[in-house]
Antibody, heavy 120, light 110 residues
Framework: QITLKESGPTLVKPTQTLTLTCTFSGFSLSTSGVGVGWIRQPPGKALEWLALIYWDDDKRYSPSLKSRLTITKDTSKNQVVLTMTNMDPVDTATYYC????????????WGQGTLVTVSS | QSVLTQPPSASGTPGQRVTISCSGSSSNIGSNYVYWYQQLPGTAPKLLIYRNNQRPSGVPDRFSGSKSGTSASLAISGLRSEDEADYYCAAWDDSLSAGVFGGGTKLTVL
């Protein structure tokens, strides 16, 4: 079955770079049509679409965060990495990774999420 | 300010039918599929409706989705206490070349 799990720091300081890793199983990111996306949710607020990478290395980013985000994949390790530069307290959120099949918002399997707090 | 607009709250009594709306534009809902997610308290979102009106395996047929023009709706019939959750609509936006979510609707079962 498909599972995903996010990992990374729980606390980062303002201006630092956040690196999150999504480790998955049950599918291959070399299979046509497959992708992995990142979504975040500040405490008590709505979901926000961040970035997406497809099997063919096609990458898409939220326009409002594009300058700060980088998404990469390591197919051999079954991992997708998201980096976000210049972190700010407003970036405090639970960050989710999710499996994508088809459309860029068709997230059929989700990780449990990881809470990242930005504070000095 | 979300690209897709949802009412912040909705409510109903057990057994009732409730609908949640999602309004967008020609670049998102008007030209792409709509998806709905259910998020129970303290858990990750779950895909509830995909490609406007399709239900993943295991989702009860009490949940249904529809789309017309630049708007979409999620209907829940035979409301149950376990349906109390946050509901989000989502769509791809061709102008942004990115995904967008609605602001979410908190459903309360009275």
């Amino acid at each position: 079955q498909i599972t995903l799990k996010e990992s990374g720091p729980t606390l980062v300081k303002p201006t630092q770079t956040l690196t999150l890793t999504c480790t998955f199983s049950g599918f291959s990111l070399s299979t046509s049509g497959v992708g992995v996306g990142w979504i975040r949710q500040p405490p008590g607020k709505a979901l926000e679409w961040l970035a997406l990478i497809y099997w063919d290395d096609d990458k898409r980013y939220s326009p409002s965060l594009k300058s700060r985000l980088t998404i990469t994949k390591d197919t051999s390790k079954n991992q997708v990495v998201l980096t976000m530069t210049n972190m700010d307290p407003v970036d405090t959120a639970t960050y989710y990774c999710a499996h994508v099949l088809g459309g860029g918002v068709e997230f059929d399997y989700w990780g449990q999420g990881t809470l990242v707090t930005v504070s000095s | 300010q979300s690209v897709l607009t949802q009412p912040p709250s909705a409510s109903g009594t057990p057994g009732q039918r409730v609908t949640i709306s999602c309004s967008g534009s020609s670049s998102n809902i008007g030209s792409n599929y709509v998806y709905w997610y259910q998020q129970l308290p303290g858990t990750a979102p779950k895909l509830l409706i995909y490609r406007n009106n399709q239900r993943p395996s295991g989702v009860p047929d009490r949940f249904s989705g529809s789309k017309s023009g630049t708007s979409a709706s999620l209907a829940i019939s035979g409301l149950r206490s376990e349906d109390e959750a946050d509901y989000y609509c989502a769509a791809w936006d061709d102008s942004l070349s990115a995904g967008v979510f609605g602001g979410g609707t908190k459903l309360t079962v009275l």
